[in-house]
């Protein structure tokens, strides 16, 4: 407990709320809020998929943020005589069709990866926690209505979705950026809309309710801090999802356009002179499962070191 | 049993309502003459006129929707822009070569990936039970898209084994059973980690369960116990997985189509999209939509006459 307790957390009511027997002290309830901590971060550390993921996950946002730094070329310098060079000292990754460097272009590719994922899954988890709580927490009515919503934007393949939308507007990042936003935030809303339900009825909101509080308050200073937690852990494992949409669209050259480079756009680029440089699409697929397998590998091992249930038998 | 049935239904007709409208207002957000929008810079002015006709564009929108819609309903989706057939029959030529791939993916997938689970939940911890997990998260992590780049690759540029474009010779069917290892490998392989995952998981739960100590208890045979018994109850987690993932699998397949050259439904719509012939755009998203909302539709049914339980939640 806080030394500043607001008025709705002292009084008669404040000792349901804890949910603690009147013998346990502040000092009691703090040790043992760190021991749970230690103990978690020590399974953290002894799990081999967990620091494997971090791992990879640092990787990935290393090489995107340094990528000025990191790369040996320009990534859209031209190098006509050079073109098509497998992979050699001066250009490890080998050279494309017109002679650009694979490497560099793999390493600025990762921060268009990067951009899309960080803008892509931040504000698909905002909506769809606000979409979710209030389905959790508003009338039936709504609920219902937000859960038809969410059903049907499901329930349009994705990359289907994508090939529709660009036919209109035709190939751009913020296209990719949207498709991406809108098919993600059903399964945050879904999540946060089932976290909020079951809180809606629990001691410590009916009390906060019964006090007065406005609905606005109660959802951001009490429904929110417990219902965020899984989403979190729901974002690590959508990253890869997101990374995968962005580099399959510019692969079918409906994401971003040239001479941006993306992994996608590597790979697109590889796969028209596959007979004669394989090098391309295999340089250009691998830092994609290398970011897919990070995120996956981290989004699992916390889940299953914060909420054991939900990863039962893996 | 009934209800239940007439309740899903309502509910996926309102879907696919919805995937049409969404379809349809598409067309009407991005600024401009619709009918230069839906048929392309390249239609002829006949073609502009005949279709300002065909589609009542001096109708109110919400009357135009409801005219495609009930066209749809009849089966008419509209004229190609560029050969003046019918979208129906041309999508009715390509869906064989979908289903067909999507059927041999998920098939072999199926085939693998649920002995494996069992196999896996029997002897929990053993190295077969190591392997299927490492290879789970493997399979589940690489995108399918680069399964298909980089199986293109392998196997029918680099050791010409296999052939790497097409459907096959018509009517020759052991030809077209070649064109379709490569993209059945490429889309199925990430489900053989789902469904191993998912079942070995469910399997556990199920093998704790007390009908099942009994069956042993009884002295039956372990075979029957784990197929006969256990499989039954944990199978069902798994046909909602594979009724959800659908959407993912015509993702996929859109994929493959285009990788391999395949002349499926996936395809088509990119064609289309390249070539912005909206008609068939509208048309072969619909198609494709409709097809996941019965995958969806057939095995929630499929769940709830297996479960009662599920029956009476919705």
């Known amino acids: 407990m806080s030394e500043n307790r607001s008025e709705s957390e002292t009084g008669i009511l404040a000792v349901d709320v804890s949910g603690l027997s009147d013998h346990v002290t502040d000092a009691e309830t703090r040790e043992s809020a760190a021991r749970e901590r230690r103990e978690k971060l020590r399974m953290f550390l002894t799990n081999w998929q967990g620091l494997t993921g971090l791992i990879l996950v640092a990787v990935f946002f290393a090489s995107a943020i340094f990528a000025p730094w990191l790369a040996p070329y320009d990534p859209n310098a031209l190098d006509v005589p050079a073109r098509l060079s497998g992979p050699t000292l001066d250009h490890l990754a080998g050279t494309d069709q017109l002679g650009r460097d694979t490497l560099s272009r793999i390493l600025f590719g990762g921060r268009v990866a990067l951009k899309i994922a960080a803008i892509g899954v931040s504000v698909a988890l905002t909506v769809g926690l606000i979409l979710g709580m209030i389905a959790g927490f508003g009338p039936r009515w709504l609920d219902s209505l937000l859960l038809l919503v969410f059903d049907t934007v499901r329930s349009f393949p994705t990359i289907v979705l994508a090939l529709a939308t660009v036919a209109l507007t035709g190939p751009s990042l913020a296209v990719v950026l949207a498709i991406v936003i809108i098919t993600s935030i059903p399964q945050y809303a879904r999540v946060a809309r089932t976290a909020t339900l079951t809180l809606r009825n629990t001691d410590f909101i009916l009390a906060e309710r019964s006090l007065g509080a406005s609905m606005t308050r109660t959802l951001l200073h009490h429904v929110m801090p417990n219902v965020v937690g899984p989403l979190l852990i729901l974002a690590a494992m959508d990253v890869p999802v997101v990374v995968t949409v962005e580099a399959g669209l510019s692969f079918l050259g409906l994401g971003v356009t040239p001479p941006t480079a993306s992994w996608g756009t590597i790979l697109n680029e590889g796969y028209l002179v596959i007979r004669d440089a394989p090098w391309m699409v295999i340089a250009g697929g691998i830092p994609l499962i290398l970011t897919t397998l990070g995120f996956t590998f981290l989004g699992e091992a916390l889940r299953d070191i914060f909420d054991p249930r939900m990863g039962k038998g893996r | 049993m009934l209800y239940y049935l007439t309740k899903r239904l309502g509910l996926s007709a309102l879907v696919i309502g919805l995937v049409v409208l969404v379809l349809f207002s598409l067309l009407y957000f991005i600024p401009g003459d619709p009918a230069t929008i839906a048929l392309g810079p390249r239609a002829t002015e006949e073609a502009i006129a005949r279709y300002a006709e065909k589609m009542h564009l001096d109708e109110p929108v919400w009357r135009q929707f409801l005219i495609y819609i009930g066209n749809a309903l009849t089966g008419d989706l509209g004229l190609d822009v560029f050969s003046d057939r019918p979208v129906t029959a041309i999508i009715l030529e390509r869906i064989g070569f979908t289903l067909s791939l999507v059927g041999v993916g998920m098939g072999w997938a199926v085939l693998l990936g649920i002995p494996l689970g069992c196999l896996a939940a029997v002897r929990p911890n053993s190295w077969l039970d190591r392997v299927t997990g490492i290879l789970s998260v493997g399979t589940i992590a690489v995108p399918s898209f680069l399964v298909s780049i980089w199986a293109l690759l392998i196997f029918a540029v680099h050791l010409r084994w296999l052939p790497a474009i097409g459907a096959g010779e018509p009517g020759q069917v ?118 996941y909302v019965l995958v969806v539709l057939f095995s929630d049914t499929l769940i709830a006459w297996f479960d009662p339980r599920v029956r009476e939640s919705l």
Not at chain 2, 192 to 202: C, F, T
Request: glycine share 12%; net charge positive; aromatic share 10%.
């Open chain 2, 174 to 291: 052991g030809d077209q059973l070649i064109h379709l290892i490569l993209p059945a490998f490429a889309i199925g392989l990430s489900w053989v980690g789902y469904l191993a995952r998912m079942v070995r998981a469910s399997m556990l739960e199920v093998m704790g369960e007390n009908y099942i100590r009994s069956a042993r208890a009884f002295g039956l045979r372990p075979r029957r116990v784990i197929f006969g018994y256990a499989l039954r109850v944990a199978i069902l987690p798994t046909i909602t997985l594979i009724g959800m993932g659908f959407g993912g699998m015509i993702s996929s397949t859109v994929f493959a189509e285009i990788i391999f050259a395949r002349p499926g439904l996936g395809k088509l719509i990119f064609d289309a999209v390249m070539a912005r012939n909206f008609p068939i755009v509208q048309g072969a998203v619909l198609v494709a939509t409709g097809l």
